[in-house]
């Protein structure tokens, strides 16, 4: 067992034990490093002025560089990562290709939230050198989600990705020869990690049997750290005996089987977006405007699912998917249906203290989805309401039909009985309407400072006419313009 971990920092080694191990990575770079070009503003993941880029060493080689928000990251979740800070990029004479474009444009306008800019963008620019393509107007927006500027406007800064020369931009591997990395990294044996300070305790096991022994009632597990990360700094939860399971290969894997894809605990909301593009499109345009691409690529499913928010996004989608979620314990392991999991009170999940969440199973059917999220902004903004529908038709009518939605109660609520009153009727204007009226008996949303509860009373029936008014417009496009 090793009492510290390792992760190297703009090619250099360090070895961090409890004195620093358990401090945000944003702290430990500023004030252990002296790295101050990563800022502090918001603290909770909604800025970005804190961006930096991270690769992790995966069986045997590192992963692309992925920026990161670390406010809210925990130094001792990055064993065996490589972290490079807009230090680390360019130097004052030597500018990087990304810092030098954001000179020539003037993107550099308070010269606060920069720092971030430039990792968000040296992030984007490693991306498109990796799918060799070029940057658009639309990918530097997509990229840049998660940098807010509270100056001046993102026109130079825009700018500023649109004319990368990626060419004469080397790939962020070749910084500081990953091959060394990897070569010092090897040097250390793979075994599990337990650091004890004075008022915390954090286990990072190799293997899923050491993980289940370890834990506990008193244990509290942690993935990404993109929703602890925000309540620790808030100081609403402290963290005392706790549990990653991110020095666990196999868990960052999405397997892909004839009739079920298996979503590994650690498998990140970037990757899953990719990996369920073609089979889910719908959900992954749902990931796409999940969060920001910092927080995306630290967050996971099983997080969002554990957390149970009721306004989560993938909720409602795993609901209608009919997922299954995969509990192990010393005792064994058990698959439940994500609708049983959700026992019926807020936060209140059919979890024992000793079970871990190890994978979410989505069966792969012919339904169709259509997901929806309502919130103020579209992007980098939690839902005010979600909706989400599985279907299959047949003779212009449900075949079947699954509904969730969001936002409207304790827990992300199924209409079981609009389900089943859609069915065996003619798909028209008037079915659509029925449902939008008698949505309002299954519903019982809260007022809080998102939206009134009448607001979302309105928003469940619109939502019920949208997924109709979609429908109907797939079907028979021509007569569906021509009704209105
Ligand atoms: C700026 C910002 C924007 C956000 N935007 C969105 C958004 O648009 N939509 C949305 O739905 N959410 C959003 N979130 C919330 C958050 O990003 C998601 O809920 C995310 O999926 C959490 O995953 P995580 O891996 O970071 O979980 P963590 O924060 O590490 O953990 C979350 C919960 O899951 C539990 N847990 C983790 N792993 C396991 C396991 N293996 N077994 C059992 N329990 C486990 C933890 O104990 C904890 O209770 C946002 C958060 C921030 C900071
Ligand atoms: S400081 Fe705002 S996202 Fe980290
Ligand atoms: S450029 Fe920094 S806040 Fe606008």
Redesign the pocket.
């Known amino acids: 067992m090793r009492d510290h971990i390792i992760c190297y920092i703009n090619g250099k080694r360090y070895q961090l034990n409890q004195d620093h191990a358990f401090m945000t990575m944003a702290e430990y770079l500023r004030y252990i490093r002296g790295l101050t070009g990563t800022k502090i503003v918001c603290a909770?993941?909604?800025c970005g002025a804190c961006s930096v880029l991270v690769s992790r060493i995966h069986n045997d080689q590192l992963s692309p560089y992925q920026s990161i928000n670390a406010c809210?990251a925990k130094m001792y979740l990055y064993e065996g990562c490589h972290i490079l800070t807009v230090e680390g990029l360019g130097k004052a004479m030597d500018l990087h290709p990304v810092q030098e474009v954001f000179v020539d444009e003037q993107g550099a306008q308070c010269g606060y939230c920069t720092p971030g800019f430039i990792c968000a963008m040296a992030g984007l620019a490693e991306d498109l050198k990796i799918k060799n393509q070029k940057p658009c107007a639309q990918k530097v927006k997509n990229y840049l989600t998660g940098n807010l500027c509270r100056c001046t406007g993102y026109e130079p800064i825009i700018q500023a990705g649109l004319k990368l020369d990626l060419e004469n931009t080397p790939s962020l591997k070749d910084l500081y020869r990953d091959e060394d990395i990897l070569a010092d990294y090897k040097k250390e044996k793979p075994i599990s990690i337990k650091i004890t300070g004075p008022d915390q305790e954090i286990f990072l096991p190799k293997t899923i049997d050491e993980a289940l022994a370890y834990k506990t009632h008193e244990v509290?597990?942690?993935?990404?750290?993109?929703?602890?990360?925000?309540v620790t700094n808030k100081g609403k939860l402290k963290l005392n005996k706790t549990l990653s399971?991110n020095n666990i290969e196999n868990l960052y894997q999405v397997e892909k089987s004839d009739h079920f894809y298996t979503i590994g605990?650690k498998v990140n909301?970037t990757e899953l977006e990719k990996k369920l593009s073609s089979d889910f499109p719908e959900f992954a345009r749902l990931l796409h405007i999940?969060?920001?691409p910092q927080?995306k690529n630290?967050?996971?499913?099983?997080?969002?699912l554990?957390?149970a928010?009721p306004?989560?996004?993938?909720i409602p989608f795993l609901m209608v998917s009919g997922a299954k979620v995969r509990l192990q314990s010393q005792k064994g392991l058990r698959e439940v249906e994500i609708k049983s999991f959700f026992k019926g009170g807020y936060k209140e999940l059919d979890?024992r203290d000793d079970e871990?969440?190890?994978a979410v199973i989505i069966p792969r059917t012919q339904d169709e989805y259509k997901l929806y999220k309502v919130s103020v902004r579209k992007d980098?903004?939690?839902?005010v309401v979600t909706f989400a529908a599985g279907y299959k038709l047949q003779n212009n009518q449900f075949e079947s039909l699954r509904l969730a939605l969001g936002g409207v109660g304790p827990i992300v609520i199924t209409p079981k009985k609009l389900e089943q009153n859609a069915l065996g009727k003619n798909l028209g204007p008037k079915l659509f309407q029925y449902l939008a009226q008698e949505v309002e008996h299954e519903i019982t949303p809260m007022t809080d400072h998102r939206g009134s509860d009448q607001f979302r009373y309105q928003l469940a029936r619109n939502l019920m006419i949208k997924f109709g008014d979609e429908i109907l417009k797939e079907l028979n496009p021509s007569q569906f313009e021509a009704s209105i």
């Open positions: 909770e993941g909604d809210i509290k597990m942690i993935s990404g750290a993109t929703d602890l990360g925000v399971l605990a909301l999940f969060a920001s927080i630290a967050a996971t499913l099983v997080g969002n554990v957390n928010s306004i989560a996004d993938t979890l871990i969440v190890t980098l903004d939690i839902s």
